[in-house]
């Protein structure tokens, strides 16, 4: 593999890096090599992942190295036996790794690399890169929750989370699980030290050897270089506990990080319910009950079902019944001033509400132990599946130890005043499917209170990691821009930035701001129009325009459902929808998860077959379309954002967010405003869904902004700063048509058409969390990100003058080629000249069928792709008035079409042919002749060689006589001559 040294570190890439990659890596080298943290920004295609993993893991070996070659300067007194070698080596890697003078807390030992990611599907796809570097041999582990690495046969079925793992831990403590007895025997086996094995190949190591995925992890885990994990993991104080992640001396790794401030805020926030507080009562009442029977049947200390050790008291559960009942009666005294929105407190509130049932700083641990107990005993003694299993005293117990996390210090209890809010709201009652008339309607004496305990400051569950003793964070992600904001968000120092370009050319991007539809209403979602029937009609035809001017895959993005399902209904009615849907077929994202595979299968489905003219993916902002599926090539050719995505206005905790970011501004006049974040939070949602397209260096795609609020430059400069510089304003319908029209035209005839992917690569975009860890689409998407690297790479390399990758026809191509053999390809002529005057055609594009009405089997009929009639400058030359020249330049332009498709065919079997003929060697001089002769126009050089490589007597001659049809046209005289010559000799 090549190496490229970059801040003194020699670094082992799958390919030569492009500029950007360089830049990438030198700033994550920056950042380990000066213990600093970094925000790094960098578009979606540009090998993001691969350059992290490859820098990260480049300098941990270094570093590893350093510390060897220390250990050997101390242990080698005499200079005789290499001690002063060993003294300049470990100078040397010093300067390579940053630590010149290294704090004694990193010397002892080497740094730990944790990658973390949002989902499993993305830490699997980050992985599968790791197999294709040079480092795939480090020792690696995944961490995944028993959802995804349970095999136990009872424990696996089990749906509640919770429940799964207290009956876990029963038959570990018990001893009572097959897989967890095996761990320690079989932790050595060769595959789980040499491999590089994702949450898939742990599940079969596991299956295969008998012993616990789960377990097996978190023995890997304590000797690996580099640990793959959720962000939950690290972000969750309680998630860390019990996964033994120990951050001392950890380089983190947080990729995808776009979501990092949202999941920072989620992790430290949790709400209960009266009725979840009334169901604690029941549930230890319950145990109170099996309790009292255990005794009456002298059988005090063991529970006949499952041999289940009490670790609890008659006692204890008197005094937690009682603490439960105070609770409820402090939340019933709580009195709603705004019933509508709800009350807000300060953070600190909560520990008064606690208070009140003698709940304190110190005694919340004692509470959470004897409750996780009652817990254990309630999971591994319910026989039932309707029986109760403690699920809401585990949230109660989560809730103690969210809100009394590290509350003994002072300065953090503080903290925690500042960050959260207690919010108080009415407790919906549950609807009834059925109203039943005969039933005794009951009057509640107090109603129920929802308790929300938020918090607002991403920044505090970051400054918790960071207390951790890690060595350095990286954050990075294609959609992270203005990083100032994000970065001041965070409030953890960051000392190192980066905002990389893309690696893709202007000539393959078509950005602009559509400010209304083809019938001149305006577009725009905004709360006051969105319902307007003019708007929603207006928006209509101008997704009916589009799905007429871009070819296969057309994405559209909503604000949010209810907008999506109130335009699908109003076009529904108009009937719109119908003729959209007669243009490309129309799939609409679902709200659940279970129909969503199969909605993006037939999605996929549709986009490769030849028939069809594409379609149309409609989806949400922020929803799972919008989230890490990818969109490459013919699969989303266009991006239409229809709205500005802002979080609901109304919603509470939104509320409160910006309420909470005006009392930080009234501090710090440079913290962000709750009307900037506000905005904020739509710009990314938009960076995300426009991210779904242009995947990697060679695809193209067009992104429209279809809402005159687009236009506003505070948006502007919030979008990706790749793709500030090619925004367009589009003043009207037309002008977005013809640069549209320009755009395809240009990209589909001078950019790589890569081959439609087949059936089953065409689950590759479904992530793996769609199913039970979706083995299969984990499949589908590395082999369809081999075979797409794989079609680049020959793209990059071919030298041969004829473009072996075909468009959409390629699959017709085929089907032909399969029935001609090789010479009689090479016998192909050209077709006569067709009369094109007699032909109607459809608007700007139309397809025509040659074969129509001649009496050639069906199976050699083909579809012929026609070029436009408008031509661009670039393709068609000067414009021409007269109808009639019009007709003639169309005419000799379809027919240098068909041509060009045989040539392709031709060229591709006849490669093939040589290919099949020439040693390696030989194959070699073949290449460079061929591009000498594009250079020199050397002819007789050329057939001197084509003599050498083929020779009569070898029967060969036919290859030679292959090579005409991609001559030079005043050369193909001379050819033949030479041809005429050589076989009068071989006769």
């Known amino acids: 593999m090549p190496e490229v040294t970059i801040n003194n570190v020699i670094i082992n890439f799958p390919f030569k890096p492009y500029s950007v990659q360089e830049d990438y890596m030198a700033k994550v080298i920056e950042c380990l090599q000066d213990s600093k943290n970094g925000v790094l920004e960098s578009p979606t295609g540009t090998g993001k992942t691969l350059c992290l993993l490859c820098s990260s893991l480049s300098w941990l070996l270094t570093k590893k190295a350093q510390l060897q070659a220390q250990s050997l300067v101390g242990a080698i007194e005499k200079p005789n036996f290499g001690g002063h070698f060993f003294n300049k080596l470990s100078k040397e890697l010093k300067g390579a790794t ?17 990658y973390a990611s949002r989902t499993h599907s993305q830490l699997s796809q980050a992985m599968q890169e790791l197999k294709r570097t040079a480092y795939k041999h480090v020792s690696t582990a995944v961490l995944g929750s028993r959802d995804q690495l349970c095999i136990h046969p009872d424990v696996s079925k089990e749906i509640n989370s919770s429940n799964k793992i207290h009956m876990c831990h029963s038959k570990v403590k018990s001893r009572t699980c097959l897989y967890y ?19 898939e190949d742990l599940v079969k190591a596991g299956q295969k050897y008998r012993c616990c995925p789960y377990f097996l992890s978190r023995e890997l885990k304590q000797n690996a270089d580099i640990t793959f994990m959720p962000y939950n993991y690290l972000l969750d104080p309680k998630a860390r506990r019990s996964q033994g992640i120990d951050l001392q001396n950890s380089i983190i790794l947080l990729d995808e990080a776009h979501n990092i401030e949202k999941m920072c805020e989620e992790a430290a926030s949790l709400q209960i319910c009266s009725t979840e507080v009334a169901m604690c009562i029941d549930e230890i009442t319950a145990v109170m009950e099996d309790l009292a029977n255990s005794i009456q049947e002298n059988d005090f200390t063991v529970e006949n079902s499952g041999n289940v050790q009490k670790d609890f008291t008659a006692d204890d559960l008197c005094i937690l019944k009682a603490m439960f009942l105070e609770l409820e009666n402090a939340i019933d005294d709580i009195k709603i001033v705004k019933r509508d929105e709800g009350d807000t407190y300060p953070g600190s509130y909560i520990f008064e509400l606690f208070g009140k049932a003698q709940i304190t700083h110190g005694k919340e641990i004692l509470v959470t132990e004897k409750l996780d ?3 254990l005993y309630l999971t591994t003694t319910s026989t039932s599946p309707f029986a109760r299993k403690g699920n809401a005293l585990q949230k109660f117990s989560d809730l103690l130890r969210i809100a009394f996390n590290n509350s003994n210090n002072m300065r953090h209890r503080e903290k925690l005043k500042q960050c959260y809010k207690v919010y108080i709201q009415v407790e919906e009652p549950k609807k009834s499917h059925k109203n039943d008339v005969w039933e005794t309607k009951k009057t509640l004496k107090n109603e129920g209170k929802v308790i929300s305990y938020w918090c607002f400051s991403p920044g505090f569950s970051m400054q918790q990691l960071f207390e951790q003793g890690v060595r350095s964070i990286v954050l990075t992600s294609g959609t992270l821009s203005p990083l100032k904001p994000f970065i001041s968000e965070l409030q953890i120092p960051i000392d190192v930035q980066l905002e990389n370009p893309h690696i893709i050319k202007g000539d393959q991007v078509c950005v602009g701001v559509l400010s209304q539809g083809p019938d001149g ?11 307007d029937p003019k708007y929603i009609a207006s928006l209509g035809r101008t997704i009916f325009n ?3 001017l871009v070819p296969h895959g057309l994405l559209v993005f909503f604000p949010s459902y209810p907008i999506m399902k109130k335009c699908r209904e109003e076009w529904q009615i108009a009937g719109l929808w119908t003729k959209i849907a007669e243009r490309k077929a129309i799939y609409v994202e679902p709200q659940h998860k279970d129909s969503f595979k199969n909605v993006m299968i037939e999605y996929c489905e549709k986009i490769k077959d030849p028939s069809c003219k594409g379609a149309i993916f409609m989806a949400v902002c922020r929803g799972k379309v919008s989230e890490g599926l990818d969109f490459a090539n013919a699969n989303g050719r266009a991006v239409l954002i229809t709205g500005l995505p802002f979080p609901p206005l109304k919603d509470p905790r939104v509320i409160l967010k910006q309420r909470y970011l005006e009392e930080m501004r009234s501090t710090d006049k440079e913290a962000l405003s709750g009307q900037q974040w506000y905005q904020l939070e739509a710009s990314r949602a938009v960076n995300q869904a426009i991210g779904r397209i242009i995947r990697h260096k060679n695809d193209y795609g067009a992104i429209i902004l279809c809402d005159c609020r687009f236009d506003n430059s505070n948006f502007k400069k919030h979008l990706s700063a790749w793709l500030r510089p090619y925004i367009k304003q589009f003043t009207n319908f037309g002008m977005i048509t013809k640069n549209l029209r320009d755009f395809f035209k240009y990209a589909e005839y001078t950019l790589p058409q890569p081959a439609m992917l087949s059936m089953n690569q065409s689950s590759a975009l479904l992530p793996a969390s769609t199913a039970t860890f979706d083995t299969t689409a ?16 020959k793209t990059e390399e071919d030298t041969f003058d004829i473009d072996l990758y075909s468009n959409k026809n390629e699959q017709n191509s085929k089907v032909e080629n399969k029935k001609k053999n090789f010479s009689e390809l090479l016998a192909t002529e050209s077709k006569p000249v067709i009369n094109f005057s007699v032909c109607k055609l459809k608007q700007n594009y139309s397809t025509c069928e040659l074969t129509k009405g001649t009496s050639e089997p069906l199976a050699k009929k083909r579809k012929i ?10 393709l068609s030359g000067p414009s021409t008035s007269s109808c009639a020249d019009t007709t003639e330049n169309a005419s000799k332009m379809i027919e240098e079409a068909a041509n060009e498709t045989d040539k392709k065919i031709l060229g591709k079997t006849y490669l093939k042919e040589v290919k099949r003929s020439l040693s390696e060697d030989n194959y070699k001089i073949f290449a460079k002749m061929i591009q000498e002769y594009t250079k020199t126009s050397n002819l007789d050089k050329l057939l001197k060689t084509l003599q050498d490589l083929f020779p009569p007597k070898e029967g060969l001659l036919h290859l030679f006589i292959g090579f005409k049809h991609f001559l030079k046209k005043h050369h193909i005289s001379a050819f ?8 009068n000799i071989k006769s």
């Open 521 to 531: 209403h305006a577009l725009n979602s905004s709360y006051n129009t969105r319902n």
């Open 976 to 983: 033949e001559t030479h041809v005429t010559h050589l076989s």
């Open 98 to 114: 940053g630590d010149t003078e290294p704090s004694s807390s990193f010397i002892s030992a080497a740094p730990k690399i944790i």
């Open 778 to 793: 984990t499949r589908v998407a590395r082999s369809s990100s081999k075979q797409k690297s794989e079609v680049i790479q």
């Open 546 to 548: 589009f799905s007429c």
């Open 181 to 199: 007895n095996n761990v320690e025997t079989r932790k050595e086996e060769p595959l789980f030290k040499q491999e590089v094995l994702d949450i």
């Open 865 to 874: 792709k026609l070029l436009p009639v408008e031509l661009n400058a670039h």
């Open 373 to 375: 107990k009652i817990v």
